[in-house]
């Protein structure tokens, strides 16, 4: 028995708990007593609190999932404008626009990165799957693997995603671009390729000099490659968000 489940996004979180153990750990100090002092009380001098047998143990702390560190909004870094919010999807073509509401997403910014804060548009392209039913214990054959109900072309990608960054380490002359001006504002962009070997999708950058700073938009364009100029629509998008920033 099959069922088609659709999927957008594969994320897999794995939690592990490590629970303690009250035996005494060999080579440290048996708390002041032996083991069978009064439970529950730590060692003294000498000792790394190690706890006796049969006694409580210490209250662990409550370890929060998800991300530890949340990403820097424009606000907490100085920037001059709100990555998240001033484009909109209105501002990007009508195919590229999503069909329901997807706010755009703050990134996490890694160490190294030029930029001091990035938000993401995204509205990659589901797909089908037959998801194979738990494999049958009383079968040691494993159970074929999910596989897609849609016939697509060689070379097709899912993906259309533009990521507006700022900051102050990046800038026009160091893209190594063309250069172009984009609302009144020094600009350069350039257009590469991202993915695998498999696949290879059109990708643009694009940077406008600010009165404080640089935006960068990033715009990679596998979905709708065969009827959309990635680096003219990333263009576009830059220019309208130079003409509402200062």
Known sequence: MRKTTRLTVAALAAT???AGCGSQVK????????????????????????????GPRPERPVIRLGDQTPPSD?????????NCTTLKWEDFPQQARPTKDKPPVLQVVRKGDPYKT????????????DA???????????????????????GWSPIFELTVVWGTEFSVEGLGGTTVTLGGKPAAFKETESGG?????????VIVKLSNGSAGLQLRNGRFKTTMNTC???????????SRVQ
């Open 16 to 18: 592990t708990v490590l």
């Open 27 to 54: 080579g440290v100090a048996e708390p002041t007593g032996g083991a069978g002092g009064s439970g529950g009380a730590a060692g003294a001098e000498g000792d790394i609190l190690v706890w006796k047998p049969g």
């Open 74 to 82: 424009w606000k907490s870094v100085g920037a001059p404008f709100d």
């Open 118 to 129: 990035a938000c993401r548009f995204s509205n990659n392209e589901s797909i089908s799957f």
């Open 132 to 154: 194979p039913t738990p494999p049958d214990p009383n079968n040691p054959a494993p159970p074929p693997p999910p596989r897609t109900t849609e016939q697509k072309p060689p």
């Open 197 to 205: 070997t498999a696949v290879k999708d059109p990708f643009c950058t």
């Open 232 to 242: 003219e629509t990333a263009k576009k998008l830059a220019e309208t968000l130079a």
